[in-house]
């Protein structure tokens, strides 16, 4: 079966960085467009970034735009998202979704916080 399982959340002062991982398992990894999703608290779920099944192309929110990236190993069967100049309000809940299907791992949570 699908799954999705992230890792590599924690506490982390404004201005740090983070890297975390997603990895996949029961399907052909390299097929899928994988999203990486963020939930604060009392907000909806926001889209964060996106990346071709292939990795050559991606896409930001613009709230992250220049500090965030999304990348891909298929040989590994991993995604990540390399967050720098954390700041306050990227604290949230960050999960790891594949497109097609609507699979979603169980989230990481991130705190940027002094």
């Known amino acids: 079966q699908v799954q999705l399982v992230e890792s590599g959340g924690g506490l982390v002062q404004p201005g740090g960085s983070l890297r975390l991982s997603c990895a996949a398992s029961?399907?052909?990894?390299?097929?899928?467009?994988m999203r990486w999703y963020r939930q604060a608290p009392g907000k909806e779920r926001e889209l964060v970034a996106t990346?071709?099944?292939?990795?050559?192309?991606?896409n930001y929110a613009r709230s992250v735009m220049g500090r965030f990236t999304i990348s891909r190993d298929n040989a590994k069967n991993t995604v990540y998202l390399q967050m720098n100049s954390l700041k306050p309000e990227d604290t949230a809940v960050y999960y790891c979704?594949?497109?097609?299907?609507?699979?979603w791992g169980q989230g990481t949570q991130v705190t940027v916080s002094s």
């Open positions: 990346i071709t099944s292939s990795g050559r192309d991606t």
């Open positions: 029961g399907f052909t990894f390299s097929n899928y467009v």
């Open positions: 979704n594949r497109v097609i299907g609507g699979f």
